[in-house]
Nanobody, 125 residues
Framework: QLPLVESGGGLVQPGGSLRLSCLIS????????IGWFRQAPGKGREGVSC????????YYADSVKGRFTISRDGARNTVYLQMNSLKPEDTAVYYC??????????????????WGQGTQVTVSS
């Protein structure tokens, strides 16, 4: 079983909303920054958002600022990505990942050592 499991993806119309969940098992959120990445067909993996272990620091890519919100529930060992005002260009496979590094490294996929299997998000009319 992978240590991170994503859920919540699906097909949504432009302007709609989805909430992705990342359930972490085998380790706690206390010492890890958790990030969300996405990869569209033919493109590289892009850092979308991440949240620090203390919840005091977050990161958002410019392309999602004001539309996406990351949060975490320590009791459920789960990190969420609320995605509003979705656009067709948000279509991608979304992955969550964990790192010991700070949110200053949220755009650097190589520093994230544990990954989920991904969940497909499709924004289309």
């Amino acid at each position: 079983q992978l240590p991170l499991v994503e859920s919540g993806g699906g097909l949504v119309q432009p302007g709609g909303s989805l909430r992705l969940s990342c359930l972490i098992s085998g380790f706690t959120l206390d010492y890890h920054t958790i990030g969300w990445f996405r990869q569209a067909p033919g493109k590289g993996r892009e850092g979308v958002s991440c949240i620090s272990s203390s919840e005091t620091s977050t990161y958002y890519a410019d392309s999602v600022k004001g539309r996406f919100t990351i949060s975490r529930d320590g009791a459920r060992n789960t990190v969420y990505l609320q995605m509003n005002s979705l656009k067709p260009e948000d279509t991608a496979v979304y992955y969550c990942a964990a790192t010991y590094y700070s949110t200053s490294y949220c755009h650097q996929a190589p520093v994230f050592t544990s990954w989920g299997q991904g969940t497909q998000v499709t924004v289309s009319s």
